[in-house]
T-cell receptor
Framework: AQKVTQAQTEISVVEKEDVTLDCVYETRDTTYYLFWYKQPPSGELVFLIRRNSFDEQNEISGRYSWNFQKSTSSFNFTITASQVVDSAVYFCALSRFLDSGGGADGLTFGKGTHLIIQP | DAGVIQSPRHEVTEMGQEVTLRCKPISGHDYLFWYRQTMMRGLELLIYFNNNVPIDDSGMPEDRFSAKMPNASFSTLKIQPSEPRDSAVYFC?????????????FGPGTRLTVT
């Protein structure tokens, strides 16, 4: 069975601070995918990033960066110079690789981290 | 391009009534997923389809829930009869899983309240 743990239920920081959201996952699969989604107060789920299990390169996109460490089963997300607009619930998710025809299975989500950026 | 479209956005119904939620995936996407979000259980996968065929319905809570995908551009999730514990936000998502693109794009959700 797969499991995603986001131990930080809520984080509150002051604008312009850097903040890291932790994600630890469990899976027996050798090939899998990791994702981060953002859910702003309006409620929609916004895709941020996908990582394949065989690609451990870290990634940076503007103020966002992701650190994937297979050895510790972690996929952490850092926001640099946080802004009020970053306030949202952030979900880490995991899916299996489908052997038959490739593709990814449905997502197993963590419980989410509520990030509050205070002005 | 239009994103995933869900209707209705809000639904309030009485216990015992039938509820039908609708989803139109992004054109060209071959996978469609239904999820439910509650405070207690978080986001959980209910069922997903590949090329209109149900692949995994192990997340469907019980026989009161059913889902169909009659064609590539339309899916329904039906609850009959509805119960107060079905109150949740139901999300539909779609993905196109060729060329290594596996990310799912979500609709705005349907907030269901069963009284």
């Amino acid at each position: 069975a797969q499991k995603v743990t986001q131990a930080q239920t809520e984080i509150s920081v002051v604008e312009k601070e850097d903040v890291t959201l932790d994600c630890v996952y469990e899976t027996r699969d050798t090939t899998y995918y990791l994702f981060w989604y953002k859910q702003p107060p309006s409620g929609e789920l916004v895709f941020l990033i996908r990582r394949n299990s065989f690609d451990e390169q870290n990634e940076i996109s503007g103020r966002y960066s992701w650190n994937f460490q297979k050895s510790t089963s972690s996929f952490n997300f850092t926001i640099t110079a946080s802004q009020v607009v970053d306030s949202a619930v952030y979900f880490c998710a995991l899916s299996r690789f489908l052997d038959s025809g490739g593709g990814a299975d449905g997502l197993t989500f963590g419980k989410g981290t509520h990030l509050i950026i205070q002005p | 391009d239009a994103g995933v479209i869900q209707s209705p956005r809000h639904e309030v119904t009485e216990m015992g009534q039938e509820v039908t939620l609708r989803c139109k995936p992004i054109s060209g996407h071959d996978y469609l997923f239904w999820y439910r979000q509650t405070m207690m259980r978080g986001l959980e996968l209910l069922i997903y389809f590949n090329n209109n065929v149900p692949i995994d319905d192990s997340g469907m809570p019980e026989d009161r829930f059913s889902a169909k995908m009659p064609n590539a551009s339309f899916s329904t999730l039906k609850i009959q009869p509805s119960e107060p514990r079905d109150s949740a936000v139901y999300f539909c998502a779609s993905s196109r899983q060729d060329r290594g693109s596996y990310e799912q794009y979500f609709g705005p959700g349907t907030r269901l309240t069963v009284t």
